[in-house]
Nanobody, 115 residues
Framework: QVQLVESGGGLVQPGGSLRLSCAAS????????MGWYRQAPGNQRELVAR???????KYADSVKGRFTISRDNAKDTVYLQMNSLKPEDTAVYYC?????????WGQGTQVTVSS
């Protein structure tokens, strides 16, 4: 019903920036919330940032002040601006959208922070 396409990952040096995007498409859907999660090898998947359709945001403590989540409701797209990146941010980043009682995951995009 809902498909997500992520883009924007890559390799960046510590202190650098990346911008991730996630575009949703489908039929007869209304998104309640969109968010970004990440998972590093051997670690659990964790919430990075989330935004509701009304614009309320939530961030993991580890990224507060460095990452910014935003969305364009008209385009059904969510963004994650990542600044001052650290090696600890290295992970696969996944987009998730909530539609009613259902949720959908993107394919994931690799972010690697290394000198």
């Amino acid at each position: 019903q809902v498909q997500l396409v992520e883009s924007g990952g890559g390799l960046v040096q510590p202190g650098g920036s990346l911008r991730l995007s996630c575009a949703a498409s489908g039929r007869d859907f209304s998104i309640n919330a969109m968010g970004w999660y990440r998972q590093a090898p051997g670690n659990q998947r964790e919430l990075v940032a989330r935004i509701t359709s009304g614009g309320s945001t939530k961030y993991a403590d580890s990224v507060k002040g460095r990452f910014t989540i935003s969305r364009d409701n008209a385009k059904d797209t969510v963004y994650l601006q990542m600044n001052s990146l650290k090696p600890e941010d290295t992970a696969v980043y996944y987009c998730r959208v909530v539609v009613g009682f259902r949720y959908y995951w993107g394919q994931g995009t690799q972010v690697t922070v290394s000198s």
